[in-house]
């Protein structure tokens, strides 16, 4: 277990950085985020709120409101860090056919400086994290890390580039480094971007879904405790030399398959409409999981159904959000 340790969380504020830094701070763990509170969607400042008020030991945590882009913002860090969980990032993979410029200069070099400031201060590990977006359209399912990377998104690239950097800090600098490639996470907190807040909100407001393309594209959508428990696995493990490994749940659905759950689950007729296919969008997502089964001991326990329960359960209770 990761217990007494100095962590750095970059875009702990951000939907899956605040989930990881509600589970390590309850461990007598000392707490830095550094997050810039960037605008492409509102609810960060609620998320770091609905963690701290409920635990005491939030003294024992360091809110950095800062630019990784800015790497004075690292001269605000106040002690020696063991691990850094690096998860700011420019998300989104079709708002990154419109903004390429943005997201290629927010990700990359956001990632270098955070991998230079590791090198140069002797963190002990930095876990990356990835996308199952780097493979592209697969051409075989499971989709296993040696699949060929053929991203389709400047988004995608971007992430295969950011691996490509956690690679070569190991080979070159010997920086314990892993790359975690999640796929499509969901839950409390989930980002209003995606589909299934999204579709979930539409659905309490009897609103119209608008599904891109047919509705048949599969994902492997993945519940945020089985990532946070990956992140925390991939900390813990002795291999750490540049790797990458898939967090997944490993049993895709279809979207239309996704809003009859949801819309049984909430009790609402659902309301589709169709559009047009979203460039940048793949077909199918589907991890195979085995490697990170058998290294770091990751076994995701929620299902698609549970995990939308509880997805849903949290959204009422919160519906102004
Ligand atoms: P998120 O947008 O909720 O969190 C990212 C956080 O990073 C945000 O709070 C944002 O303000 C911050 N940030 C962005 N750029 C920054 C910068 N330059 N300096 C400081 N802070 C910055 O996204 P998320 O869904 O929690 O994703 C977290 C990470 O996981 C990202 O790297 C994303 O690419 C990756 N990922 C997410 C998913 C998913 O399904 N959510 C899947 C695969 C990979
Ligand atoms: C998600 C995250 O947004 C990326 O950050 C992440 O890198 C990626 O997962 C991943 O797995 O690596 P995506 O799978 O596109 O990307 O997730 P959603 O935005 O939830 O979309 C899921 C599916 O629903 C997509 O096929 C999308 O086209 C569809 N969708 C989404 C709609 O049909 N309508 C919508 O309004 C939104």
């Known amino acids: ?89 420019q998300p989104g993979v079709r708002y990154s056919i419109e903004h390429a410029g943005k997201i290629t200069n927010n990700n990359i070099i956001s990632t270098l400086n955070i991998l230079e400031y590791a090198d140069k201060n002797n963190v002990k590990k930095v876990i990356y994290s990835s996308s199952s977006s780097v493979y592209g359209n697969p051409i075989y399912t499971p989709v296993d890390e040696e699949h060929p990377k053929n991203p389709i998104s400047p988004y995608a690239i971007s ?38 807040r999204k579709f979930l909100n539409l659905i309490f407001q009897d609103k119209e879904i608008t599904i891109y393309g047919e509705g048949e594209q599969l994902r492997d959508f993945t519940y945020i405790s089985d990532i946070v428990n990956g992140l925390i696995l991939a900390a813990e493990s002795n291999n750490s030399s540049g790797e990458a490994f898939n967090l997944g749940y490993s049993n895709p659905i279809s979207v239309n398959q996704l809003v009859e759950k949801m819309s049984k689950i909430a009790n609402k007729p659902k309301n589709i409409i169709y559009a047009d296919k979203q460039k940048g969008d793949v077909d199918i997502t589907h991890s195979d999981i085995n490697k990170a089964k058998t290294i770091l001991n990751y076994h995701p326990q929620i299902s698609i159904d549970e995990g939308l329960q509880k997805t849903y359960d949290w959204l009422r209770k919160n519906m102004n959000k």
């Open 159 to 196: 992430k295969l580039c950011c691996e490509m950097y956690v690679d070569y800090f190991f080979r070159e600098n010997n920086l314990p480094t892993s790359s975690l490639r999640f796929y499509t996470v969901y839950g409390p907190r989930g980002r209003p971007d995606m589909a299934i």
């Open 1 to 89: 277990m990761i217990k007494n340790k100095n962590i750095l969380i970059s875009g702990g504020a951000g939907f899956i950085g605040s989930h990881l830094f509600e589970n390590l701070i309850i461990k007598d763990n000392y707490i830095i985020i550094i997050d810039n509170f960037n605008d492409y969607y509102s609810g960060k400042e609620e998320n770091i709120e609905e963690i701290t008020k409920n635990y005491e030991k939030f003294k024992d945590f360091d809110l950095i409101r800062g630019d990784l882009l800015n790497k004075s913002v690292f001269e605000e860090i106040n002690c020696d860090i063991d691990i850094i969980f690096h998860l700011a990032a």
